[in-house]
């Protein structure tokens, strides 16, 4: 075979017919030798070849065209070859240049992988949401395996720098995590506790009969148990349960016996009620002795009526004290019927109680206009009481005079 560095021998065919058939074995490998070329030439210009399978056929058909056992165009052949190694190069250029835009997209990606999980484990513990930032912490870990599985490959230094900084978020959050629920755990069972002995002081009341001072304990109990802080939802819902059932048997039976005791002092109230009319017809007081003689009667039987709803006691008490103030007054009055110095302390009385009926029927008026049942009863009990004080002293002051 003559090439360009010169003759070689390539082999030999004992026993051919004819040169032709000799030739004709080293012509077909040179023609292998020729197709392999081309199609690495198509490959190389039609296909996506990886830069590892360029270099690995560069290598293989350059050694194959060293100095190989066949006859042909061989210098022409290594020359396309040649022209196809630097169409290699550039697509071996292109493809270092695809896989470091790749490594470094790769790079960005993890780090914002890393940089979420720092987020999540910086958070104040007091305010986590533990659940959801840990299956957000577990996506994230998904994420970067799935990185690592089909991803650009890192190169290592920069993939452990990562890897760690990663590895340390996760660390922060899994010990803070266990951390807050160990106090937590801690507050629950304090909390129970403390809990636990406030109902077991609630169903200790539950059955009193004290009711004013257990009303206060209970009181108490609530503002101890708000203070207690939580235990977790299951303690805190049964303990809940029972402190509520004490209180509310204690309360139940408490208004029970309120609804018998306002029972009994409303019909004492109906007894009382006849008893002011009866007395407020003594006044104004015109037979003295009569009068007297008819108020102690009527003292006597109110204090044996026995007790009225608390609401209505300064109402009723009022009246029967403006009737006894009518009668004192009247007393008074025909005592110091002879004293010279009556006629001018009467005018002076008359004139303050007329001060005074002038205000109450203010207060009257302004109690009408707010619709204040209680305080129209106060002041009508108050002005006739007035009235008829004024009454007795502006006879007594015609006594006086003669």
């Not at 012509?27 to 690495?40: E, G, I, S, W, Y």
């Not at 790079?107 to 890393?114: D, G, K």
């Not at 503002?223 to 299951?234: D, F, L, N, P």
Request: proline share 2%.
């Amino acid at each position: 075979m003559r090439e360009a560095t010169g003759e070689r021998v390539v082999g030999q065919v004992p026993g051919a017919s004819s040169e032709q058939e000799a030739l004709s074995l080293y012509v077909r490998r040179f023609l292998d030798l020729q197709a392999k070329v081309t199609v690495f030439e198509a490959r190389l210009t039609a296909t996506d070849l990886s830069v590892k399978e360029i270099d690995q056929t560069l290598a293989r058909l350059t050694d194959e065209l060293r100095e190989p056992a066949a006859v042909g165009d061989l210098d022409g052949l290594r020359a396309r070859l040649e022209q196809l190694r630097g169409t290699a190069a550039e697509r071996r250029a292109a493809a270092e240049a695809e896989r470091t835009a790749a490594r470094a997209a790769a790079v960005e990606a993890r780090t914002a992988i890393v940089e979420q999980a720092e987020k999540i484990a910086s958070q104040d513990p007091a305010r986590m949401q533990w659940r959801p930032a840990g299956e957000q912490l577990r996506g994230l870990l998904e994420q970067w395996k799935d990185a690592q599985r089909t991803g650009p490959r890192l190169d290592r230094p920069t993939e452990e720098a990562l890897w760690k900084r990663f590895s340390h978020a996760r660390t922060t959050f899994d010990r803070e995590r266990r951390h807050y629920f160990a106090e937590l755990e801690t507050r629950n069972q304090s909390a129970k506790a403390a809990k636990e002995a406030l109902v077991a002081e609630a169903e200790q009341l539950a059955t009193s009969t004290d009711w004013g001072a257990t009303s206060a304990a209970f009181r108490d109990l609530m503002a101890r148990w708000k203070a207690a802080g939580r235990a977790s939802r299951a303690d805190d819902d049964a303990l809940w349960a029972r402190f509520r059932a004490a209180q509310d048997a204690f309360f139940a039976a408490r208004d029970e016996r309120n609804a018998a005791t306002d029972a009994e002092f409303r019909a004492n109230l109906e007894v009382k009620l006849g008893i002011l009319t009866e007395a407020e017809a003594l006044v104004p007081v015109r037979d003295l002795p009569a009068a007297k003689q008819a108020l102690r009667s009527i003292q006597d039987r109110w204090e044996a009526a026995g007790k009225v709803p608390r609401a209505d006691v300064q109402r009723v008490e009022g009246r029967l004290r403006a009737v006894e103030q009518a009668v004192r007054d009247a007393e008074q009055a025909q005592w110091s019927r002879t004293n010279p110095e009556t006629r001018a302390r009467a005018e002076g009385a008359a004139a303050q109680l007329e001060a005074a009926i002038a205000s109450l029927e203010a207060d009257l008026a302004a109690a009408t206009q707010a619709g204040d049942k209680r305080r129209i009863g106060e002041a009508q009990a108050a002005l006739d009481a007035r009235r008829a004080w004024l009454e007795q002293v502006q006879r007594a002051a015609r006594d006086a005079r003669g």
